[in-house]
């Protein structure tokens, strides 16, 4: 059973940083890609970045290119995304992902919240 389990949200300041983590159990964690999304109070769930199976091939949404940066350990089963410089627009739900068997598997989310 494919299991996704995010952590590291929070509270922070505009300027701030946060990491956030995804474990990953149930499948074969290193032969795939992953992706952190997010959804913001009324608005569609929103690709925030995606990174290869290796770990050699990151994509970013514009909104957060070059603040963002997504990175996995596969001896880990975990994903992460380091979010620097951030914005009250950040603000949001961020869920891990992953396709399995053509399905889209997302675990619980963890919010984060960015304010002074």
């Known amino acids: 059973q494919v299991q996704l389990v995010e952590s590291g949200g929070g509270l922070v300041q505009p300027g701030g940083s946060l990491r956030l983590s995804c474990v990953a159990s149930?499948?074969?964690?290193?032969?795939?890609?992953m992706n952190w999304y997010r959804q913001a109070p009324g608005k569609e769930r929103e690709l925030v970045a995606s990174?290869?199976?290796?770990?050699?091939?990151?994509n970013y949404a514009d909104s957060v290119q070059g603040r963002f940066t997504a990175s996995r350990d596969n001896a880990k089963s975990t994903v992460y995304l380091q979010m620097d410089s951030l914005k009250p627009e950040d603000t949001a739900v961020y869920y891990c992902?992953?396709?399995?068997?053509?399905?889209?598997?997302w675990g619980q989310g963890t919010q984060v919240t960015v304010s002074s």
């Open positions: 990174i290869t199976s290796a770990g050699t091939i990151t």
């Open positions: 149930g499948f074969t964690f290193s032969a795939y890609t």
């Open positions: 992902n992953t396709v399995y068997y053509l399905r889209s598997r």
